[in-house]
């Protein structure tokens, strides 16, 4: 399945902790081991839970631009779609 050009919610944040982003599971997500998007995660004000940004980039003025895809910080009461993980299937 290919992702549409947006963000979707991940069930990681740092609402526990400044700083310090944890999964929904408890597991620590270290910023080091991930891909972000530039300058991210940034930490600005309001911006406490993770999303995935799917950018395959766009046509500017007959020009393509790639696009930045990786994670992002993002104020959580922002609407957004979402990914769930669920076991695999025989």
Same mark, same amino acid.
């Given at each position: 399945m290919?992702?549409?050009?947006?963000?979707?919610?991940?069930?990681?944040?740092? &609402?526990?902790?400044?700083?310090?982003?944890?999964?929904?599971? *408890?597991?620590?997500l270290?910023? %080091? /081991?991930?891909?972000?998007?530039?300058?991210?995660?940034?930490?600005f004000?309001?911006?406490?839970?993770? &999303?995935?940004?799917?950018?395959y980039?766009?046509?500017?003025? *007959?020009?393509?631009?790639?696009g %930045? /895809?990786?994670?992002?910080?993002?104020?959580?009461?922002?609407q957004?779609?979402?990914?769930?993980?669920?076991?695999?299937?025989?």
């Amino acid at each position: 399945m290919k992702l549409k050009d947006v963000d979707y919610w991940t069930g990681a944040s740092d &609402v526990s902790c400044f700083k310090k982003f944890m999964w929904c599971n *408890g597991k620590q997500l270290v910023p %080091a /081991d991930y891909q972000w998007t530039p300058m991210n995660p940034s930490h600005f004000p309001g911006q406490r839970c993770v &999303v995935l940004r799917v950018d395959y980039g766009a046509t500017v003025m *007959g020009m393509f631009v790639k696009g %930045a /895809d990786g994670f992002n910080d993002l104020k959580c009461t922002d609407q957004l779609s979402y990914i769930c993980e669920e076991p695999p299937t025989a």
